[in-house]
């Protein structure tokens, strides 16, 4: 349920790889699931975490998915046990999902993209 999910700081829309946070899982494939509250739609994407269990998603996948006016709900399940969502630890908070918020971030009127965003709490 989304209101229970750990609320995150807004994410700039135009970002090409997001780096999410750590599961406990060190090296693992990892399924990474996104909703999108007001319509209930759900993209699932293949992840892979690192030796120190920290994973991202590639955000440029999902197209016009992440809309501004939107809430999102993001959770993550091994490959293997998909049923079971996992924990993650953003900045020292720990959830097993996070609750996404998009902005469009402007420099002199102009929608900035970035390569790389790390999420934060």
């Known amino acids: 349920m989304s209101c229970a999910c750990q609320r995150t700081e ?3 829309r135009c970002t090409g790889d997001l780096t999410i ?9 990892i399924y990474v699931y996104v909703r999108n ?3 209930g739609r759900i993209e699932r994407y293949n992840s892979l975490t690192d030796g120190a ?22 959770w993550t399940t ?4 998909p049923e079971t969502r996992l924990t993650m630890t953003v900045n ?3 959830d097993t999902c996070l609750l996404l918020t998009f902005e469009d971030h402007y420099n002199i009127g102009v ?3 970035y390569l790389t965003y790390t999420l934060t709490t």
């Open 53 to 74: 269990g920290s994973f991202d998603l590639d955000m440029t996948e999902a197209g016009y998915f992440y809309d501004v006016h939107n809430s999102f709900e993001l």
């Open 10 to 12: 807004p994410v700039p």
């Open 92 to 94: 020292g908070d720990s």
């Open 111 to 113: 929608i900035q993209d």
């Open 21 to 29: 946070g750590i599961v406990s899982n060190l090296v693992a494939n």
């Open 37 to 39: 509250i007001a319509t």
């Open 78 to 81: 091994l490959r293997s046990a």
